[in-house]
Structure formats: C-alpha cells, structure tokens
C-alpha cells in the first residue's frame, strides 16, 4: 500500500499500482490554526506584537526558513516595490511585512542587510524565536495575508496554516503549492 501526501506523487503511483495507492491530504487540528473570533483580543495581539504605530497596518506575512530556495531577498525586493506604490498612490506607507525567520541564518542572505540596503526598515518585522503553536495560531490572525515565493516547494506548511484560519495567500505555481 502507498499513502501519500504529495499529489504530486499520488499521480505518478497511481498510474503504477491503482489498486494499492491512496492520497491523504495534509491536514493540521481545528483546535491548533483556526480564526481567532474575538476582534478585540485579535487587535490587542496586533497592537502588542507589533507597536502601536503598526496596529492598523496592512500586514503580510511570510514564514520561511532564510534559505535561497525560498526567495527572501525577492519577497523584500518585491516588498520595497509595493511599499513605493503605496506611497505615490496613497501618500502614506501603512503596511508592514512580517517575516518569521531566522534574519541572519547561515543558510540563506543577510536579511537585515537587505532590509538596510532597500531602506525599508521601518515596514519589516522579523520573527525570529522558534515559537509554540498557540502564538503561531496568533500571527496567523494579525496578518491579512500570507505570501510563499519559493521556487522548490514540495508543500507549504504556512500556507495550509494561513488557509486554515481564512487568510488569503498569495504562493507561486509549484510543487504543493499549486493545490
């Protein structure tokens, strides 16, 4: 018997051995991601996490390992860009892009680096403490949307998190993002 969860690999499997191949999607508990009903707790938690300053802010979020693979120089090349938009168009930058990662891992570029060299310190937050998946449930749920720009993705874990608890996200076609 072959269970698996890459459809990817369901499709191929399948066409092999029909009879002894099953696909079991990914799925995560309803009582660890889910939408946060209390408004007022949900803004308290933005407002805390993120500054005052921040807490009406558009807010994106990225969660990643600082790997190549998974672009974080672009998300912030491409950060930089809306942040310009936002400012010839609206005359204000009230966005914030928060990015759950370990800024300077050895694996991956100098994000703090980056962030200076494209001057928009002021918009990126970084998250970089590992954290218990109550608080993760909480970032989820400050953010109004989650972005996934790798290039080699064979699933997406925050995205089905993001999904889980009604945040939009914005992922590129590959691998298991494209279900």
């Given at each position: 018997?072959?269970?698996?969860?890459?459809?990817?690999?369901?499709?191929?499997?399948?066409?092999?051995?029909?009879?002894?191949?099953?696909?079991?999607?990914?799925?995560?508990?309803?009582?660890?991601?889910?939408?946060?009903?209390?408004?007022?707790?949900?803004?308290?938690?933005?407002?805390?996490?993120?500054?005052?300053?921040?807490?009406?802010?558009?807010?994106?979020?990225?969660?990643?390992?600082?790997?190549?693979?998974?672009?974080?120089?672009?998300?912030?090349?491409?950060?930089?860009?809306?942040?310009?938009?936002?400012?010839?168009?609206?005359?204000?930058?009230?966005?914030?892009?928060?990015?759950?990662?370990?800024?300077?891992?050895?694996?991956?570029?100098?994000?703090?680096?980056?962030?200076?060299?494209?001057?928009?310190?002021?918009?990126?937050?970084?998250?970089?403490?590992?954290?218990?998946?109550?608080?993760?449930?909480?970032?989820?749920?400050?953010?109004d949307c989650c972005i996934n720009l790798a290039y080699?993705?064979?699933f997406g874990l925050a995205t089905l998190e993001a999904?889980?608890?009604g945040k939009p996200i914005i992922a590129l076609k590959?691998?298991?993002?494209?279900?």
């Amino acid at each position: 018997l072959i269970n698996c969860h890459s459809y990817l690999t369901y499709n191929i499997c399948k066409e092999l051995v029909p009879d002894r191949t099953n696909f079991i999607p990914h799925a995560l508990p309803n009582d660890v991601y889910f939408p946060i009903p209390d408004k007022n707790y949900v803004r308290n938690a933005k407002k805390q996490l993120l500054g005052e300053s921040k807490k009406d802010n558009f807010t994106l979020f990225w969660v990643n390992r600082n790997a190549k693979r998974k672009r974080p120089n672009d998300v912030l090349w491409a950060w930089s860009l809306f942040m310009k938009k936002l400012e010839e168009k609206h005359g204000k930058k009230d966005a914030t892009l928060l990015m759950h990662t370990q800024p300077d891992d050895p694996e991956g570029p100098n994000l703090y680096s980056a962030v200076e060299m494209l001057g928009i310190g002021d918009s990126v937050i970084f998250s970089p403490e590992r954290v218990e998946f109550e608080k993760m449930n909480i970032l989820h749920n400050i953010s109004d949307c989650c972005i996934n720009l790798a290039y080699a993705e064979g699933f997406g874990l925050a995205t089905l998190e993001a999904m889980q608890v009604g945040k939009p996200i914005i992922a590129l076609k590959t691998g298991g993002l494209t279900r």
